[in-house]
């Protein structure tokens, strides 16, 4: 009986990690369009700050800089980078998308960064790929770069 328990606890420890590999797929949409970057879904596992503000649980506020957009987009490069999880995508002027993986169970979150040219602002999409809830790991994140930001 404890055989069987223990194979059929191993059978749901692999079926869940194939289940992580395969949705972790790279969601179609993303980046920058009319100067939109793509809306989250229903689940709480995202935040934007394009969202409405009537969307009290996907909605942040866009960040306000000072100083040089290029300088502004390589600060928050190398801050996501510095936590070693982060997996850079995608950087043009203006736009940046990060692939960032959960350590312990290889859950992905897509980061995007969007600095309209003809404003001192910084739009955010952070989602994750998989599951339902984030336990708010995506609005911390947001958070984090709001105070590198404005300190």
Known sequence: ?????????????????????????????????????????????????????EDTEHYAEPIVYTGDRMKTQLLIESSILNKGNAHLVSSTLGYVHFEIKSSLVGYIDDVEFYLPAADSVVHVR????????????????????QNLLVD
């Not at 692999?14 to 369009?33: A, D, H």
Request: proline fraction near 7%; include cysteine; hydrophobic fraction near 40%.
């Open 126 to 145: 952070s989602a994750s790929r998989v599951g339902y809830s984030d336990f708010g790991i995506n609005r911390k994140r947001i958070r984090q770069i």
């Open 1 to 53: 009986m404890v055989r069987w328990i223990i194979a059929f606890i191993v059978v749901l420890f692999v079926g869940f990690f194939v289940y992580v590999s395969i949705s972790n797929k790279s969601p179609e949409g993303l980046g920058v369009n009319d100067g939109e970057l793509l809306p989250c879904p229903s689940s709480p596992n995202c935040v934007s700050t394009q969202s409405s503000p």
